[in-house]
């Protein structure tokens, strides 16, 4: 089983700043996957990315970056140059590799609601 | 280009008056999910199915229910909701072992439910 800490529940940046949201994992496995998912004001959970546990190259998709860090459990997000559309909540999800019956658990964060203001 | 649809996007129900609430995939996926989430919570799994076979989880209440006629489609029952029932209702959808994106989840807008 794992379980996730986002130490952070509310982050309010003005437009333009970078942000970094943070992610503390505990797992057992030594194979897993760690998710994060958006989830803007309207409620549907939108994919963002997923890291397997034996990639530890950080990951850039345009302004949206990611720090895995395998040794201190930390899996990092970091939005550059934020936007007002960038406001929302955003989980971090560690999975198992399959909890078997065809599923793969995701156990959610808190997460961190990011207020990006004008 | 909708592909996991809820309806209906709010729904409001009586203390104890049965309500369901409905999920339906366009994508051909093996695996459906629920997930309950409460105002500034993690969502929280209660079951899911794969195929036809449901598979609950232990700290989901009895009241809680759900039934997948054929692939596309999925409901959740709440027999006799509370007011602490008052929640965001979650679809997902997984594909089983193949294809690269094997284990991702994708979800439906939810369906905001509201206990008088």
């Known amino acids: 089983a794992q379980k996730v800490t986002q130490a952070q529940t509310e982050i309010s940046v003005v437009e333009k700043e970078d942000v970094t949201l943070d992610c503390v994992y505990e797992?057992?496995?030594?194979?897993?996957?760690l998710f994060w998912y958006k989830q803007p004001p309207s409620g549907e959970l939108v994919f963002l990315i997923r890291r397997n546990s034996f990639d530890e190259q950080n990951e850039i998709s345009g302004r949206y970056s990611w720090n895995f860090q395998k040794s201190t459990s930390s899996f990092n997000f970091t939005i550059t140059a934020s936007q007002v559309v960038d406001s929302a909540v955003y989980f971090c999800?560690?999975?198992?590799?399959?909890?078997?019956?065809?599923?793969?658990?995701?156990?959610f964060g808190k997460g961190t609601k990011l207020s990006v203001i004008p | 280009d909708a592909m996991v649809i809820q309806n209906p996007r709010y729904q409001v129900t009586q203390f104890g008056k049965p309500v369901t609430l409905s999920c339906s995939q366009t994508?051909?996926?093996?695996?459906m999910y629920w997930y309950q989430q409460k105002s500034s919570q993690a969502p929280k799994l209660l079951f899911h199915y794969y195929d036809k076979d449901f598979n609950n989880e232990a700290d989901t209440p009895d009241n809680f229910q759900s039934r997948r006629p054929n692939t596309s489609f999925c409901f959740l029952d709440i027999r006799s909701p509370g007011l602490g029932d008052a929640a965001m209702y979650l679809c997902?959808?997984?594909?089983?072992?193949?294809?690269?994106?094997?284990?991702?989840?994708?979800f439906g807008p939810g369906t905001r439910l509201t206990v008088l």
């Open positions: 999800a560690p999975s198992d590799v399959y909890s078997g019956a065809g599923s793969y658990q995701l156990t």
């Open positions: 797992t057992r496995d030594t194979t897993y996957y």
């Open positions: 994508l051909n996926h093996n695996v």
């Open positions: 997902a959808t997984s594909r089983d072992l193949s294809g690269p994106t094997y284990n991702e989840q994708f």
